[in-house]
């Protein structure tokens, strides 16, 4: 028998996943049997987007449901403010709640308020650190990698601690997913006779492209897209442009720009180091071998659920907080409105709903909401998205819903002066993908775009400054312009004008 009222929540992210790493989203050769079996008895959402296509901003709206401009995360490492609520709070006072995994929200080893349990696996962000007393505290991952008889390799704020690339290279037992697998799958098994609600934040597969199955996919037989190793448009946005010069390594000034800093020497990023298809693809192939490798940790947390017999009064949510260009457009990484890095999985296990695949356009904005009326909850006022209940109990589609997506810059690391690309990063865009598949990408400082997704899914045709589509600009620029005043945004957008095109201006 379901359990309607008071379910458990197991609600798993990954970090830089594209969709399309699934079969449930065409892919047919990647192996992801736990993958697959869970959105077999999933709702699965065709085309879910997150709130901005970059670390911090993204997870702080999945975690507080506001957007990145309100919620004050509005670039990486922006440590998210103490009076800002984060959706364990939500819960009645008897749920037992849980993060598990990587943070990235300020203060990663530090418990936050309105969680009973924190498991810290990442020590990478001390520099960010808001208190010095913080920094003597280590991650739970830290000390089981001692326990094992390991010993650090990098100093960190007055710490010795162990890098990204030294814990990619450990055997299957050791990495970071197997570790957070076992420890879910013992939190599950220990909590099983009461209400809980734990957030699992797998770390792979964010760089560094490296794990214990780099050889398990043959580089040459990857599929690829059309874009694969094929520049953006030639009036496309200048960052995009810009962005596959420096990673495809045609322009190596810009790479000689690049600051060397803890978080992004060459060794810690492993992107490629030439242009040849040959290092593309061994980048791909090592990425989904740590696909594989989330996949088996995630094998032993349903594995859990099913042993402790709560199958039945358990929601999973599995999701990622951004993609990855994986090679499309000629890089590789994130930051960009391309369909690559801002669309991601999204899987919703109900017991007690059937599963459909959702049409249309969904936004982790309304994450919260939704989950929090299928457990019987309250939802407060003050979140910004919406509960799409109403649309999985009658397996409708979100056809009529238009999604946006929220970009402010790259990070607050940034030291001066800047290159061309990193300046390039720091303009802020406002973008609109449709629920009939267009999209409108609008910056005041870079060339704005207009793609029309149900022709051009790759996104190889900028229409926006073409007279035949000022109209369709119009609509849209409208529709972002009326979001902007629902919820607050102050960025600047450029001024359109019907039947002229567009004109650079400040509202």
């Not at 960009?336 to 999204?346: H, N």
């Not at 865009?429 to 997704?453: A, F, M, P």
């Not at 400054?465 to 609509?475: A, H, I, M, R, T």
Request: glycine share 6%; hydrophobic share 30%.
């Amino acid at each position: 028998m379901t359990r309607e009222k008071n379910p458990n929540l197991v609600y798993i992210f990954t970090d830089q996943q594209r969709a399309d790493t699934m079969s449930a989203y065409g892919n047919d050769w990647i192996h992801t049997p736990n993958l697959n079996r869970l959105s077999e008895d999933s709702i699965v959402f065709e085309n879910a987007y997150v709130s901005a296509p970059i670390c911090t901003p993204s997870r702080a709206t999945q975690m507080t449901g506001l957007w990145p401009h309100t919620n004050g995360c509005t670039k990486n490492n922006i440590p998210l403010a103490d009076d800002i609520q984060t959706f364990a709070e939500f819960f009645p006072d008897d749920y037992h709640t849980a993060y598990y995994g990587k943070w990235h929200l300020g203060d990663e080893v530090i418990k936050r308020r309105g969680w009973d349990e924190w498991h810290s696996i990442e020590d990478q962000y001390r520099v960010w650190s808001t208190k010095e007393d913080n920094n003597e505290t280590l991650s739970d991952y830290h000390h089981y990698l001692i326990s094992q008889g390991y010993k650090p390799d990098k100093e960190s704020s007055g710490k010795m601690v162990f890098s990204r690339s030294f814990a990619a290279q450990l055997p299957e037992e050791h990495t970071k997913a197997s570790y957070l697998g076992r420890k879910v799958s013992d939190f599950i098994g220990q909590n099983k006779e009461n209400p809980f609600a734990i957030c699992v934040n797998f770390f792979e597969p964010h760089p560094p492209y490296t794990g214990p199955f780099d050889d398990l996919y043959k580089p040459d037989h990857i599929p690829q897209t059309p874009v694969f190793r094929v520049d953006p448009p030639d009036n496309a946005s200048k960052m995009s442009t810009l962005m596959a010069k420096e990673e495809s390594g045609k322009k190596t000034s810009i790479k000689q720009e690049r600051r060397a800093s803890i978080l992004k020497t060459d060794k810690e990023l492993n992107g490629p180091q030439n242009n040849s298809e040959k290092e593309f693809r061994n980048i791909q192939a090592k990425y989904y071998g740590l696909v594989t490798l989330m996949d088996k940790a995630v094998g032993q947390i349903l594995d859990a659920i099913e042993k402790a017999e709560i199958t039945e009064e358990t929601i999973v949510v599995f999701t990622s907080e951004h993609g990855d260009q994986m090679g499309d457009h000629n890089f590789f990484h994130k930051i960009v409105m391309y369909e690559q890095s801002a669309k991601v999985p999204m899987l919703l296990r109900v017991p007690w709903l059937e599963n459909y695949r959702v049409k249309g356009r969904y936004s982790h904005i309304d994450t919260i909401p939704t989950l929090l009326d299928l457990m019987g909850h309250k939802i407060p006022d003050h979140l910004q998205g919406q509960s799409r209940l109403k649309n999985l109990e009658t397996k409708k589609s979100l056809k009529e819903n238009d999604v946006y997506l929220d970009w402010n810059g790259r990070s607050v690391d940034q030291t001066f002066p800047l290159s061309e690309l990193e300046r390039m990063r720091e303009i802020p865009h406002r973008c609109v993908i449709t629920g009939d598949g267009w999209k409108l990408n609008l910056s005041v400082g870079d060339q704005s775009e207009l793609y029309d997704l149900n022709s051009d899914p790759y996104e190889q045709v900028n229409l926006y400054d073409n007279v035949k589509f000022s109209g369709k600009v119009l609509e849209l620029a409208h529709k972002i312009r009326n979001w902007q005043l629902e919820t607050g945004d102050t960025a600047l957008i450029p001024e359109v004008y019907p039947g002229v095109g567009y004109v650079m201006g400040m509202r």
